[in-house]
T-cell receptor, first 112, second 113 residues
Framework: EAQVTQNPRYLITVTGKKLTVTCSQN?????MSWYRQDPGLGLRQIYY???????DKGDVPEGYKVSRKEKRNFPLILESPSPNQTSLYFC???????????FGPGTRLTVL | QKEVEQDPGPLSVPEGAIVSLNCTYS??????FMWYRQYSRKGPELLMY????GNKEDGRFTAQVDKSSKYISLFIRDSQPSDSATYLC?????????????FGGGTRVLVKP
């Protein structure tokens, strides 16, 4: 089944404790992206990647890191999480310059 | 002011009614317009996609774009309880994947049996 998977789905952590949210897609997509979703603000792009070893900042990159060492994986790293990073995070993938981005199921992160 | 405005709702309608959703935007560079549906605890899924102005119909769904007014709409005919979800509009100056998407905040829709 073609899909985007994220782990963990739910995470509660404390300020300053490094964490990684994994994202994997099995559709051989070149493009991958991370979004955060907050009430009333819609989805805002954090980082995106056009291919292996090619990443760039989105609208809200502060406090986040990403890497794209393999085509299928695009982990999101929070080196020192803070409470304002409490949010619902989505990974997405697609073929460049096509109509559709495929979204993962989301990771709900709470930073205390 | 947000680049894309969308009424958060909730919009409650009886089963069988027409659901009318809309977004306004300020960036005249947007050419690609999308509607995503998001069920609770799920990721968004693409519902409708329109390029430039005009109408597009797909089954019970109709998307309309009026670029002169910077206004887009989604209509759901013969609404069903399974249509209960949050509907997000999104738009882009270029095609979706690989390019910047700007989303509205989403409208929550509840279709009552």
């Amino acid at each position: 089944e073609a899909q985007v998977t994220q782990n963990p789905r739910y995470l509660i952590t404390v300020t300053g404790k490094k964490l990684t949210v994994t994202c994997s897609q099995n559709m051989n997509h070149e493009y991958m992206s991370w979004y955060r979703q907050d009430p009333g603000l819609g989805l805002r792009q954090i980082y995106y990647s056009m291919n292996v070893e090619v990443t760039d900042k989105g609208d809200v990159p502060e406090g986040y890191k990403v890497s794209r060492k393999e085509k299928r994986n695009f982990p999101l790293i929070l080196e020192s999480p803070s409470p304002n990073q409490t949010s619902l995070y989505f990974c997405a993938s697609g073929r460049p310059n096509t109509d559709t981005q495929y979204f993962g199921p989301g990771t709900r992160l709470t930073v205390l | 002011q947000k680049e894309v405005e969308q009424d958060p709702g909730p919009l409650s309608v009886p089963e069988g009614a027409i659901v009318s959703l809309n977004c306004t935007y300020s960036n005249s560079a947007f050419q690609y317009f999308m509607w995503y549906r998001q069920y609770s605890r799920k990721g968004p899924e693409l519902l409708m996609y329109t390029y430039s102005s005009g109408n597009k119909e797909d089954g019970r769904f109709t998307a309309q774009v009026d670029k002169s007014s910077k206004y887009i709409s989604l209509f759901i005919r013969d609404s069903q309880p399974s249509d209960s979800a949050t509907y997000l509009c999104a738009m882009s100056a270029l095609r979706a994947a690989g390019n910047k998407l700007t989303f509205g905040g989403g409208t929550r829709v509840l279709v009552k049996p």
